[in-house]
């Protein structure tokens, strides 16, 4: 129930493409779904976050697509750059877990030149 | 920008041993939090922390685990008796609110031999 999967586990896509990672959950609670941006020794740092309210957001080549009755959403990043390669995760938490956020298991991306 | 910083960002220690962790928070964040990320694997929630008690602990966070905020800018991880399962990078994080942005550290990389 508190788990999040999230696939695919690695991802390689060619400059100016388009990369799509997913994550599910099953927890109804779960009220707010972050990604999150990893680079190798570095912590993670957030990418961009959705609540429920909407299905979609977006910052710049960054697009959050929420699905609430599938329990599903996903990060798509537009013209994918070298420099977006790094590990993605997604995470969910809600209101009353004290902040507390349950992390999908990563996707490595890479984005060839 | 305001950052959470966390020392030593490398601590090898014997099996058996006790290790404490360190971070400074950003000085206006109410909620701290660890997670701990095993090499290659995703980023698990050990523990909360607010208003000075634990708020939420996950079941990795056992009696071996304790943490601390000792004054009004540390807060302090201790693991009493290393065991080498131990070994994995320690995050820090710390969220004005359960539900806002959670701020991560660089890490420290534990080694337990």
């Known amino acids: 129930q508190q788990q999040v999967k999230q696939s695919p586990q690695s991802l390689i896509v060619q400059k100016g493409g388009i990369s799509i990672i997913n994550c599910a959950y099953e927890?109804?609670?779960?009220?707010?779904f972050p990604w999150y941006q990893q680079f190798p020794g570095k912590g993670p740092a957030l990418l961009i976050a959705?609540?429920?309210?909407?299905s979609e957001k977006k910052e710049g080549r960054f697009t959050i697509s929420f699905n609430k009755s599938a329990k599903q959403f996903s990060l798509h990043i537009m013209d994918s750059q070298p420099g977006d390669s790094a590990t993605y995760f997604c995470?969910?938490?809600?209101?009353?877990?004290?902040?507390?956020?349950?992390f999908g298991q990563g996707t490595e991306l890479s984005v060839k030149p | 920008e305001p950052e959470v910083t966390q020392t030593p960002s490398h601590q090898v220690t014997q099996m058996g041993q006790e290790v404490i962790l360190r971070c400074v928070p950003i000085?206006?964040?109410?909620?701290f939090y660890w997670y701990r990320q095993i090499l290659g694997q995703k980023v698990e929630f050990l523990v909360s922390?607010?208003?000075?008690?634990?708020?939420?602990k996950s079941e990795i966070f056992d009696d071996q685990f304790s943490v601390e905020r000792p004054d009004g800018s540390n807060f302090t991880l201790k693991i009493r008796s290393t065991k080498l399962e131990d070994s994995a990078m320690y995050f820090c994080?710390?969220?004005?609110?359960?539900?806002?942005?959670?701020?991560f550290g660089q890490g420290t990389r534990l080694t337990v031999v």
């Open positions: 927890n109804t609670a779960f009220d707010y």
């Open positions: 995470a969910a938490t809600d209101y009353n877990q004290g902040g507390k956020l349950i």
């Open positions: 922390f607010y208003n000075n008690e634990i708020s939420e």
């Open positions: 959705i609540r429920p309210d909407v």
């Open positions: 994080a710390s969220s004005k609110g359960k539900w806002t942005e959670a701020f």
């Open positions: 000085s206006n964040h109410l909620y």
